[in-house]
């Protein structure tokens, strides 16, 4: 199966057809199942459903196949297919997981993505979300940031962990570490205006900050 995983992981995002025809094409071979020779299909499934649901869109579009129910469902299915697999694991703890704080279930979605930073510490997007968790879902920012450190030291060229680690640097009043990784996310193409203004604006309380020291 690690052959197929590569390969959709790179195929996926750029896929050109509609979302209607990969979530067809994947679901049939998906029920279709036939033992060892068609492995791919779980992990199509899984990659499938991974990306409708991050791409906005279609995540409008599929919300009833996207429940936590459903997807459990699915899920469920391909572990009792492949009980040993890490892989079938970690990809369905990613879904479960990010449905689980898209549904502000913090406890439970901290719980999966802990569980797959145990069966594979260098998945960076799971301590990535683990960042998301305390920042953005508990409002823990200084809590966030050692998860943060460690999805970008797993993946240094991600613009958006900075983002949002800058982000949390700010909330969290630690304005040198956000005015860096802003200027690191604006440098690799996140030049919102509200990057920008959060940039500036720790630049303002970073240069306050120095005034009283000094």
């Known amino acids: 199966m690690a052959l197929y995983t590569g390969k ?25 199942y036939s033992g060892r020779e068609n492995d791919y299909s779980d992990v199509l499934i899984l990659d499938a459903l991974f990306w409708l649901f991050y791409n906005p869109n279609a995540r409008k579009i599929f919300k009833n196949e996207l429940t936590l129910t459903n997807v459990e469902r699915i899920i469920n299915n391909c572990l009792m297919r492949h009980p040993d697999s890490d892989m079938v694991k970690i990809k369905g703890g990613k879904i479960v997981g990010s449905l689980l704080y898209f549904e502000d279930s913090y406890a439970e979605a901290e719980k999966i993505f802990v569980n797959i930073t145990k069966l594979d510490p260098e998945n960076h997007s799971a ?25 970008i030291k797993l993946k240094p060229e991600e613009g958006w962990y900075y983002r949002e680690r800058g982000w949390a640097s700010m909330r969290a009043g630690l304005y040198p570490q956000c005015v860096k990784d802003l200027s690191k ?3 690799s193409g996140y030049k919102s205006k509200s990057v920008v203004s959060a940039r500036e604006k720790c630049q303002a309380l970073l240069g306050k900050s ?5």
């Open 210 to 214: 120095s005034k009283k020291n000094n």
């Open 127 to 151: 301590w990535f979300m683990l960042g998301q968790l305390y920042y953005r879902g508990i409002d823990k920012a200084k809590e966030s940031i050692p998860y943060f450190d460690k999805a």
């Open 185 to 187: 996310a604006m440098a």
């Open 8 to 32: 959709l992981h790179y195929l996926l995002p750029q896929w050109h057809g509609s979302s209607q025809e990969l979530y067809s094409y994947a679901f049939s071979l998906y029920n279709n």
